[in-house]
């Protein structure tokens, strides 16, 4: 499957994005899907997940409360809504695709298909 990740892009601390990630190639709804970041001289970090259903999610502790993964399967596309966005959440965003297991998993090494990335920078 293709991903191509969109909606970085440059935000005011206490503002919101919505990434997107439209998939092709394959069936999207036979996969669970993710949301990891890179941040400046950090290593790639987990932020979200959602099964293949939408049904279960996961959220790293760090935007709980703050960040929404939802799905659209119909549209082929899974989302990231980020709300009171801090300057600590500045990085490349990655969607990626893995297995459609019940529960979303949070490791990176799970996921078999990554997208290109999308920056989002947060001013403070």
């Not at 659209?72 to 989302?79: E, G, I, L, P, R």
């Not at 980020?82 to 893995?98: E, G, H, I």
């Not at 090494?109 to 947060?122: C, N």
Request: glycine share 10%.
């Amino acid at each position: 499957v293709q991903l191509q990740a969109s909606g970085g892009g440059l935000v005011q601390a206490g503002g919101s994005l919505r990434l997107s990630c439209a998939a092709s190639g394959r069936t999207f709804s036979n996969y669970n899907m993710g949301w990891f970041r890179q941040g400046p001289g950090k290593e790639r970090e987990f932020v979200a997940a959602i099964s293949w259903s939408g049904r279960s999610t996961s959220y790293a502790d760090s935007v709980k409360g703050r960040f929404t993964i939802s799905r659209d399967n119909a549209k082929n596309t899974v989302y990231l809504q980020m709300n009171s966005l801090k300057p600590d959440d500045t990085a490349v965003y990655y969607c990626a695709a893995d297995q459609p297991i019940n529960i979303p998993r949070l490791l990176a090494e799970h996921y078999d298909y990554w997208g290109q990335g999308t920056l989002v920078t947060v001013s403070s």
